[in-house]
């Protein structure tokens, strides 16, 4: 089995642009080996947003490069567009898998029939490494929506498998090395072992809820670091829960982070800004 590490949380929050109440629980700032191939996780909200007749809020044109990133809604509805052309709505229960690559600028937003409703908002924005072989592939994202995403039943609750595999079911999430995300719900009172691989870095998020592992409760924005090593965690709700699931196998090559670019030199970091400044990045289409 595997064994609790520490526990990774931040309460202080922060706004990403006007839409994003962001709490990081884990960043590429912090100790990268200990969370290969996974970067970074910020949780917005939960936030209950006001209805609104102007423009949506969110956060403008962007870029990103060098990495992945997965937006899982759970509340509410996010809306974006980027420099492929590609844009979409992301609803409650879809994930967006974007593959930012060799460089892509982007703009999220809550969407405009959100905005104007209001309404509980809660999203988990995860980014996912990709190995230097894959750093310069093309930008590109898979829009995976609610329907595509296989549920499985646990012991005392289900886990929705949007990458990787669980109980024989696939998620349909396609990635550059071996990752696991499983959107886990569980009963108050439930005990589960969920089973977890050998080898790969392993984190439990609590999103709402507490758990018990190894021993120790687990609040609401916090996650669970396992070992590396072992196979498989048990996990006690102490009350009805949503967590993240998220293994992978390390990634290990050095990480060099700079704001929204992800490489592995500082020489590659003054790259992206360059082509980034020199417009290298493409452009977005205007409304
Ligand atoms: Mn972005």
């Known amino acids: ?67 992945e990133t997965v937006t899982i809604v759970y509340d509410g509805e996010v809306s974006h567009r980027d420099s492929t052309g590609g844009g979409g709505t992301i609803s409650s229960g879809d994930v967006q898998w974007m593959t930012a690559g060799k460089g892509i600028i982007h703009e999220e937003f809550h969407s405009t029939g959100f905005s104007k409703t209001g309404g509980p908002f809660r999203m988990v924005q995860l980014w996912v490494n990709l190995p230097a072989k894959d750093k310069g592939a093309p930008p590109a994202y898979q829009a995976i929506t609610r329907d595509m995403i296989p549920t499985v039943t646990l012991d005392g609750g289900t886990a929705r498998v949007i990458a990787g595999t669980l109980d024989g079911a696939e998620g349909p999430a396609s990635t550059f090395t071996p990752v696991n995300l499983w959107d886990v719900r569980l009963d108050a009172g439930s005990e589960t072992t969920l089973p977890l691989p050998d080898g790969h870095n392993s984190m439990i998020a609590v999103l709402s809820g507490r758990v018990t592992i190894d021993g120790q409760g687990v609040e609401q924005a916090e996650i669970a670091r396992l070992s590396t090593t072992g196979e498989g965690v048990t996990v006690t709700a102490d009350g009805d829960s949503i967590l993240l699931v998220l293994t992978g196998e390390p990634i290990d090559e050095p990480v060099v982070g700079y704001g929204p670019f992800v490489m592995n030199s500082e020489a590659e970091i003054r790259a992206a800004i360059n082509d980034f400044n020199a417009g290298r990045f493409g452009s977005m289409a205007a409304v």
Not at 7 to 17: A, R, T, Y
Not at 48 to 67: K, L, Y
């Open 1 to 67: 089995m595997k064994t609790l590490k520490d526990i990774l949380g931040n309460h202080g929050s922060h706004w990403v642009g006007d839409g994003f109440p962001v709490r990081s629980l884990f960043s590429y700032n912090g100790d990268t080996r200990a969370i290969s191939p996974f970067l970074l996780f910020d949780y917005a909200g939960p936030h209950n947003f006001e209805p609104n007749d102007g423009a949506p809020r969110g956060v403008g044109q962007h870029p990103h490069r060098g990495f």
